[in-house]
């Protein structure tokens, strides 16, 4: 069993930024592709960003060039950092890991989540 907690989230100005963190209980948290997916109220569970073990990164179309993530795997962490934040990137962030080991990670391939923490941006 592998334990994500979030970290990060809160309430930020249209414009400004936040840096989100996931630690991970797993020994073997370094095989694993680690995965942000975000839940805007009323909608739907969107993937945003995710990392292979090999450091591969993949993004959500909407967040490209605002957002990166990045890992490491002395520290069982993976972050989300985000800039140029804006109204419509409020929603729960939630931290995934897959054992697929690729940065296409998808919902259905997601082993772990964790419980999310909530951004919050202001216009």
């Known amino acids: 069993q592998v334990q994500l907690v979030e970290s990060g989230g809160g309430l930020v100005q249209a414009g400004g930024s936040l840096r989100l963190s996931c630690a991970a209980s797993a020994r073997t948290f370094s095989s694993y592709a680690m995965g942000w997916f975000r839940q805007a109220p009323g909608k739907e569970r969107e993937f945003v960003a995710a990392?292979?073990?090999?450091?591969?990164?993949k993004y959500a179309d909407s967040v490209k060039g605002r957002f990166t993530v990045s890992r490491d795997n002395a520290k069982n962490t993976v972050y989300l950092q985000m800039n140029s934040l804006k109204p419509e990137d409020t929603a729960v962030y939630y931290c995934a890991a897959s054992a697929f080991n690729s940065a296409a990670v998808k919902e259905y391939n997601v082993n772990y989540w964790g419980t999310g923490t909530l951004v919050t941006v202001s216009s």
């Open positions: 990392i292979s073990s090999g450091g591969s990164t």
